[in-house]
Each structure stands twice: as structure tokens, then as C-alpha cells.
């Protein structure tokens, strides 16, 4: 017998007999749809690729990418997301057009960077490429520390990096270094499956459903996208979450055996996201029990499986770390300021990281303002899609647990967002009514004309989807390393022996960690500041002692790239004069010997015959 729907249970079970209104599809020659449609998808795409073929990154200033792009990318921009407005408006326009465009948007966010780049971005990227190669190399997980010290960490959640060993053993590449530039592109595409999922639990309105879409595209910019377990790790959790929402509700008499079917299908993603990343698994610990509490997912199995599987793995194989992190995280808990201040070397500092972080942050405000507005104009969705409310509303949570490495807040701001972008593209839409009640005194409904429901709220898509650029690409100075900088730091880690010692400024330079199971590392801008004063008042002799403890047949480098001045100067730490100075300290000095360089930096090292002063 079927079992009654009960209030709690109506705004899901009736979301597609009760939705926002359609706008009635305009007469139109039959040709009219695809001109009209095509042809900006087409122009956007056309200059945009003249624009890539004309982009020089070999001199970026502080704007990064955002600097070097030609007006032609930024016209195909506007023309890209003029298309998509004038293509979601029609609510009856099949979901290949939307889905063409906002693929369209990812390879213009996304793709761009791969093209125009010559090798990968990011340091931590070039870092996780180093683990991988960990894994091929000892074909074994460590778990301790030993001599990984803390890139032992990596093996305690190694699933990502498992996957993608597995992944170049089957494809035969050399390594991840290899695909590793698309990534952001492939990781960003994973997530439109669960995104729509996740929406039309809600709605049925194509015009929402898209809008959302693109907006979660233009307002994603705090780069985790990138070749990550970050990246990975929440396509499952949105995955996760949609499928929890689209079954959710109490199991009814009868379908018990379906929702324990469901459960078990899940818990392989919820293995995958507990050994991939840290954080993600309480996301969504917290996520869940969340919408336990609101009963708009009622069946608390689920959540009990994943706090097992979770307290499993970080009671056996990640316990290593945990008994070093937890004192520390403990004592973070309820620390509200100090887990939002960025601390030493996170502060923009010139004319352009300065602009871009405004950018940023005014395109994050703008996103949540919206919606905002949105779950205030729309009182049907504010009862009915009650449970994105949360999932926008949860993450904040965390900001009280723990800073995660002064970088929580964007890890909050980036949970927060599929729900957040539903509400907002809700405020950027026309007034609506619900589905199968016309407008009172009429036959049918009446598409919203004029200025207010049209050409505004497609100006403010265009802003949102134009900051995006500077929001993501705007410190690629930083991020970008020239093939001559990946040279000099090859040569070095490859010909230095075991037991070798590399001192640089800082850890942003390519193979930063290529072999750290036989080459040591030390950054001094890592260190107290009292210790970085001593250096800039000796630098060679500060350093020479740093250096001294190297045992033969190791050796000892001092290594200074551009991506170290690039990341010390746009970050607050020191200007690229201090360390020019640092550097010809060093070079001048009888401790030191210079023994390699290019146009990207230089490198020296410690003199053995020498006493250490």
C-alpha cells in the first residue's frame, strides 16, 4: 500500500508538480533557434582562441593571467555570457544549449591556463605529483614518519595519490606532470553531474537550474579545483549529498530494504572521500546529521556508516598524524579570530594582489548578498529547498574548529556555494508563480518584460562571470614557473646525492619536494621571524651555519628562483631587493660556490673544505 506524504516530506516528493513558472517559447523560425543560440557560442569560442594565440605569459605583472589577456578574451567573455542569458531565459530550450555554454565558460575559466602556460600551474600541485611519484617509486604506503617526516602525512590519506599512481601505471605516461594542467578543467566538469543532480531535487525550472550552474562556476575561484585531493574529494561529496537528498526522507513501510540498498551503494564514496582528504569527511559528517536535524533526511544510518568508516581510518591508518594534530587542533577549537587571520606571508601586498584579493572578496559578497535576496523574495524556495539553506549555512560551522592551515575560511566559502548559487540565481530570475496557476485575470502565463527583469540581472551575471578571471588567474606571477625555472631546479634535485640539503626562500618553485625520501629541505621564510632578521643581517654566514649539519656524501644548496620572489614579494614577507641582497651575499662569499643558473635564479653551494663559521 502506498504510503501518504507527510508535510515534512512535501516540498521534495512534489518538487516536479510544483515549481516555478515557464515562460512561454517565443514563435520563431525554425532556423531563428540555432542562429540565435549558436552564433555568440560560436563568436565567444572564435575569440576566445584568437585571444589565447595571442596571450605572451613570459612577462606577467601583478595581475597574473588577468594582465595578459587581450581584449579579445574579455569580448568573448561578455559575448559568451550574453548568449547564456539570452538562452537560459526560455525555460522550455532543451538543456543542451545551457550545457554547451557553461561548458564553454569552464574551457574559457579553465582551459585557458593550460594553453597559454608551457607547464603546470601551482606549487602544491608540483608537490602532489612528487608524492605520486613517492608511491610509484617505494611501491608501498609509510606511515610513520622515518625519513619522510611530514610527507609521511600524505601516505596516511593516500587515496588520491593511489589513484592517480594507479592511473599513469595504466596509461604509461612518465608521470602526472604529464595531464596534470587540465586538471582544473576535468575536476570542475565532475561537478555539473552532481550539481544538476543536487538542483532538480529541487526544481524542475531550467532557468534555475543553469543560472545556479554558471553562477557556482563564476563564484568558484579559490583555486581548489586544482591537481588535488581537494578537487576530487568534493565532486563526492556533492555526489553524496545529491543522492542523499533525491532518496531522502524517512524509509517507509517497505522501502526499508531500498534506502539500506542506497547505503551500501554509497559507503564505497564515502571510503574514497575519508581516505582522500582530510576535511571533506567532517563536511559532510556535519552536512548530514544537519539535515537529520531539519528531517529533511530522516534515515540516520547513513550518517552513522560514514562517523564508523571515518573514526576507522583515523583511529588505524592516519592515527600517526592525529596524535600530533589533535593537541593542536583542540586548543584552535572556538578560536574564531585566529582561525580567520591568514598569518605571516598570506597578506596581499602591491597594487595588483591588492586589487584582485578586493575583487575576490566583492565577488564572493556579491554571490551571497544575491542569495540572500533570493531565499527573501522567494518564499516557495525557501520552504521547499529548505535543506541548500543548510548546506550554505553548515560550513560556517567550521570556522570555530580549526584555521586548517590559515586556510579555512576559502575552504567554508567553497562548501557553502551549491547552495548559495541556487538562492542567488533565484534573485537574478523574473517573478514567478507556481506551476499550473495562472496569472489571476489571464489564460496563461506572461514572460516578465523590460529593463528591470532583463537586462539588469544579465549586467550583474556578466560582472560575477568577468571577476571570476581576476579572482583565479589574478596571482598567476606566482603560480607560474617558466621552463627555465623547472630546468634549474631538475638539475639540482637530480644530480644532488642522498642526504642532500636544499635551502631556499620559500617552497613556491617547481620539484620543490622531487625526491624528499633522499633530498632535505629547508625555507627559512618558513621560520621565526627572529631567525629570518639574523639571516638578513649575515645572510651567508646565517645560512652556511643552517647548512652546516649536512652529512657526506649529501650536499648542501642554497636554491633562489622567481617563483620564490614572486610568492615573498605579493605576499607580504620580503621584497625582492632583500633577498637580490640575500643572494649576492651568498654569491660574494668564500663559503659558497656557484653551481648552476639561468634567467629564472641561481644556485650555490656550501664549500666543504671551508670552516663553518
Sequence with gaps: MRQPVTPADRPVAESSAMDLADLPRPDRAPWSGPLLLGGPLAGALGLWA???????????????????????????LALLAAGFWICVRDPRR??????????????????????????????????????????????????TGGELGDMAVYDQWPGFFAAQAALVRLTG??????????????????????????????????????TAVWLFCAANWVGQDYFSPQSLALALYLAVIAIVLRRGGRPAHG????????????????????????????????????????????????PAVL???????????????????????????????GNLETGY????????????????????????????????????????????????????LMLAANDYGSEMIFRVLMFMLPGACFFAAAALLPDVRPLGAAPEGTGAPRPARGLRFAVLPGVVLLALTAAFVPSYAGKDRLSHFPPPEVALVRDVVEHAPRGSLVVAAHRNYPLAYDRYWHIGHYWFLDDTKEHVARILKDPAGTLARDMAGVEPPGRAYFLLTQGQIANSEMNGMLTAEQLRTIEQSVATSPLFERVGGNSAGTVYELRRTEATP
Excluded at 50 to 74: H, I, S
Design 50 to 76: 584568437y585571444a589565447v594565440a595571442r596571450t605572451d605569459t613570459t612577462a606577467l605583472d601583478d595581475f597574473g593571467l588577468a594582465g595578459a589577456l587581450p581584449v579579445a578574451f574579455w569580448a568573448g
Design 94 to 143: 532543451a538543456d543542451r544549449w545551457p550545457l554547451a555554454y557553461t561548458l564553454a565558460l569552464l574551457l574559457m575559466e579553465r582551459g585557458t591556463q593550460a594553453l597559454v602556460y608551457p607547464t603546470p600551474l601551482y606549487a602544491w600541485a608540483w608537490k602532489h605529483d612528487a608524492v605520486i611519484g613517492h608511491l610509484l617509486t617505494a611501491e608501498r604506503l609509510q606511515t
Design 173 to 210: 605516461v612518465e608521470n602526472s606532470l604529464t595531464y596534470m594542467a587540465w586538471w582544473p578543467l576535468l575536476s570542475s566538469m565532475l561537478l555539473l553531474a552532481p550539481l544538476l543532480l543536487l538542483y532538480r531535487t529541487f526544481t524542475q525550472d531550467r532557468r534555475l537550474l543553469w
Design 255 to 302: 522501502s526499508r530494504s531500498r534506502h539500506l540498498l542506497w547505503t551500501v551503494l554509497l559507503v564505497p564514496l564515502i571510503a574514497a572521500i575519508v581516505i582522500s582528504h582530510q576535511l571533506t569527511p567532517v563536511m559532510l559528517v556535519v552536512a548530514l546529521a544537519g539535515l537529520c536535524v531539519l528531517r529533511r533526511y530522516r534515515d540516520w544510518l547513513l
Design 307 to 337: 562517523l564508523v568508516v571515518f573514526l576507522a581510518w583515523n583511529l588505524t591508518a592516519s592515527l600517526p598524524f592525529l596524535r600530533e594534530a589533535v593537541p593542536e587542533m583542540v586548543r584552535s577549537f572556538g578560536d574564531l579570530r
Design 345 to 396: 606571508g598570506s597578506t596581499p601586498t602591491g597594487t595588483g594582489p591588492v586589487i584582485v584579493s578586493w575583487i575576490s572578496r566583492l565577488l564572493s559578497a556579491a554571490v551571497l548578498l544575491l542569495a540572500a535576496l533570493g531565499v527573501w523574495r522567494r518564499p516557495v524556495l525557501r520552504h521547499r529547498a529548505r535543506p541548500l539553506m543548510l548546506l550554505a549555512a553548515v560550513p560556517l
